[in-house]
């Protein structure tokens, strides 16, 4: 088998693990010239192995799609510490909210995936989240722990056990769960 050279373009090199704003983390496999509508397109190609997905992006539109680098250190800290932060639910209808939580995950913007997962996250004392709240969170904390484990080399299992850890830790969490359990009591 021969091995390929690592190719460089627009910033980015092929072996490399970057982050599609609809799909999360992937990683670039190739540099691959196609002929479209009888003009070369330089492409690069995008594995998405958890997903069994490939992706072409044409290398120009690359910065225009939001394709970027992984997070770094200091950005992936700042989200473990949103995940911290007191749940902050607007009072808008669901389907609002909803639409809301769902740009913010397709954003592909790792900050804005953490206030999701914090806005979402259920304990176990807590009432039973909708199905849809339970698709949304899942959604965010999966884009949160492929970013997180590639960014430290763990497992995403490790990655999303980190992220609960982060949020159970929380004494802001943990007074907010018991103000609820109180008002729960009184009106019983």
Do not use: C
């Not at 206030?115 to 339970?134: A, F, G, H, I, M």
């Amino acid at each position: 088998m021969t091995t390929k050279k690592a190719v460089q373009r627009q910033g980015f090199r092929t072996t490399e693990s970057i982050v599609y704003p609809a799909h999360g983390v992937g990683r670039i496999i190739d540099v691959e010239e196609q002929e479209v509508a009888g003009m070369k397109l330089e492409l690069f190609v995008i594995s998405f192995e958890k997903d069994k997905m490939t992706l072409r992006v044409p290398v120009g539109k690359a910065a225009s799609v939001g394709m970027r680098k992984l997070a770094d250190e200091e950005t992936v800290a700042k989200a473990l510490e949103i995940v911290k932060g007191r749940a902050r639910v607007k009072r808008t209808m669901w389907s609002r909210r909803a639409q809301e939580y769902e740009a913010k995950i397709n954003s592909g913007d790792l900050i804005a995936i953490s206030e999701v997962v914090r806005d979402l996250y259920r304990s176990e004392s807590q009432p039973e989240p909708s199905y849809s709240e339970r698709q949304l969170y899942e959604q965010a904390i999966d884009r949160m722990s492929r970013e997180l484990a590639a960014v430290e080399r763990i497992s995403e299992s490790e990655a999303v056990t980190k992220i609960e850890k982060s949020i159970e830790a929380s004494p802001k969490r943990k007074r907010a769960t018991a103000a609820e359990e109180e008002a729960q009591d009184e009106a019983a």
